[in-house]
């Protein structure tokens, strides 16, 4: 296979012209081992590999680029992903850089529905002070698991240990936290029935609540008010169709809202503070 006939297999599975030369750069990239300027420098080569014959047949098979690769970046981290955990995206970046930000000298922060871990994975390597500290939570067990293998790996295990629970059964007692932050599953039912053939085979879980997409929203508003130190930031990522919804659910509990927005000037999610008392 050579990289024009990769790209073209691409093509022919329905990927973009342009998104698939760069994929299959990086499917032999991964496969061989070799540098983009060695790939290019010998374009023309036909590798006889199955393992590289593997990989172009499963994202022609529309499973994600980043499960194959079984890595992928977010914020300038590295973290391994695979189909236990929905795939970091560029929108969720804002997110973590913001909660970074946000945090003060020797704060906590949470992070609710870590998924990979790598809001958490963020949030620790741009804090400006190295004794920020926090804790994760995620609701399936396997996914928990990855997240602690990343924060592991990352150097962060200590800083922010991960708990395996459900958000609705709030296990942080009387805890309080300089930053609340979460990337819940907000896509709508509706929604789910037009996405791009790559969310099939990510965690459904992680993706949809199966209605409105705002219900673990709800609770977060509801349920962690109270976990929220003197100051302190509830950030939530949403859909960006989803912030007048939002906004009105955080005024109705007690908080002013202020948006927050991604790299394509979409409103991407909330900052939340309790209003004071005029």
Known sequence: MTLTSIAERLREAGIAPDDARHEAMLLLEHVTGLSPAALLADRGRDFDSPALLDAVERRAAREPLQYILGAWDFCGLTLRVDRRCLIP?????VVAERAAELL???GRFLDLCTGSGCIAAAVCALSADRHTSGVALELDPDTADLARENLAALGFADRCPVVTADLRDDPFGEEVFDVIVSNPPYVT???MAGLAPELAWEPRIA???GGDGLTLIREI???????LAPGGVLLIEHGWQQA???????????????AITDYGGNVRAGELRIKTAE
Request: aromatic fraction near 8%.
């Open 89 to 93: 995206r560029p929108d969720t970046e």
């Open 104 to 106: 003060p000298a020797n």
């Open 189 to 191: 039912a509706e929604e």
């Open 207 to 209: 993706l949809t609540d």
């Open 221 to 227: 508003l509801h349920r962690y008010r109270k976990h």
């Open 244 to 258: 007048d919804a939002v906004r009105a659910m955080a005024e109705a509990e007690g908080y002013a809202y202020a």
